[in-house]
């Protein structure tokens, strides 16, 4: 998740400074970044392993905007 991250964020950054996606890592979204995956069928709701994956991508995501919002820390 961590690396992910990290990839979409210099992702964002080379699109606003070319105007383009990043040639390996899209545009800078998250989605862009995973859509370039083989991804399976997204499970439901009602598979548990699922929702905690989802809480750990939510928590993740919630924590970074946190520590980006924290007077002193930059973008």
Known sequence: MS?????AEAADA???R?????PV?????LMALAQR???????SLDDPDYCRCL???????ADRR????????HP
């Open 3 to 7: 690396l992910m991250l990290v990839h």
């Open 37 to 43: 995956e083989a991804l399976p069928p997204e499970p």
């Open 14 to 16: 080379y699109r606003k």
């Open 55 to 61: 809480a750990i991508v939510f928590g993740t995501l």
């Open 66 to 73: 946190d520590v980006r919002a924290t007077p002193g820390n």
């Open 25 to 29: 890592w899209g545009n800078g979204s």
């Open 18 to 22: 070319f105007g383009r996606a990043h």
